[in-house]
């Protein structure tokens, strides 16, 4: 996709088992126009996740020398592994004319919205405590001491989301789905996006 116009950022952030991964999957799938930030991580690949694709899973020693470059749009630890967000990354798609969505958590939207207030941010909100519950122990992948610290941590982020842009509640995937795209499209027609065109229009000689 090659345009002169530069892509806008989205960022999503949700707690712990909500459904953000699942939900960005479906909007790519149907969203040629919009590609995800590939975050450098720390921490070891689940099964069936693959380098370069999923995440770029790197050494710790690597990770905190990218840190010094400040080689990071945003960075953080989460649950011991760090995970970061490449500037390199972001503005090459986003030169390339795509939006671009950052699919991070709450430390790490706080850091874009200082450094990108034009970015919008969205946060994905499960239908209940009970349903997110059920949703990281059916996971099958974490203890249950791990997964009650992923409930502390949902709450105390769920309580940051007044500071979005807009909040999606994942009851239903497609509807969720229809949700984001409405918020991305909306958002693409607002005036600080559509200025050059304005501008472009009231030069035009009749």
């Known amino acids: 996709m090659q345009t002169n116009k530069k892509g806008n950022i989205f960022i999503i952030s949700a707690a712990s088992g909500t459904g953000k991964t699942t939900l960005v999957s479906r909007l790519l799938k149907n969203n040629g126009d919009i590609r995800v930030s ?4 720390t921490r070891q690949p689940r099964e069936g996740e693959r380098h370069g694709v999923h995440y770029h899973f790197v050494p710790k020693e690597e990770f905190e020398s990218l840190i010094r470059q400040n ?8 649950f011991g592994n760090y995970y970061g967000t490449s500037i ?4 090459e798609l986003r030169g390339q004319g795509y939006d671009v969505i950052l699919e991070i958590d ?20 499960p239908p209940s405590f009970a ?3 059920s949703r990281l122990t ?5 203890s249950e001491e791990v997964i009650r610290t992923r409930l502390d941590k949902a709450r105390h982020e769920i309580g940051q989301a007044p500071l979005f842009d807009y909040i999606v509640v994942n009851r239903d995937l497609a509807e969720a789905e229809a949700q984001l795209g409405a918020i991305i499209r909306a958002h693409r027609q607002t005036l600080a996006r559509q200025q050059n ?3 472009h229009l009231l030069s035009e000689n009749f």
């Open 38 to 41: 590939i975050s450098h991580t």
């Open 71 to 78: 080689a990071f749009l945003e960075h953080a630890d989460v």
């Open 88 to 91: 390199a990354g972001v503005n």
């Open 106 to 125: 709450v430390q790490g939207a706080e850091q874009v919205r200082r450094l990108l207030p034009e970015a919008c941010s969205i946060f994905i909100l």
């Open 131 to 133: 349903i997110l519950a």
């Open 138 to 142: 059916n996971r099958g992948t974490d």
């Open 197 to 199: 065109f304005i501008e």
